[in-house]
């Protein structure tokens, strides 16, 4: 019974992981620009942190929305 549970949840946490992903990745590039548009340090330092944090997030979703090959022993 645990299998036909399984599958709609792992294809919506992958759903989810990709939108996650998606929106991500648009607030990077939301960041970079102002971040090249500044030149206020205590800005830049800001948003490189902010951008930091971002990039490490999308690391994370991108796991588990793109994830390697799958090793079976």
Sequence with gaps: MTAPIAAPIAKDVLASATLHLEVLEEFIGV??????????????????????????????????????AIVTA
């Design 31 to 68: 960041v970079r620009r102002k971040l090249a548009a500044t030149t206020d340090s205590f800005a830049r330092d800001s948003l490189t942190d902010l951008l930091l944090s971002l990039t490490e997030q999308r690391d994370g979703y991108q796991a588990l929305a793109m994830p390697t």
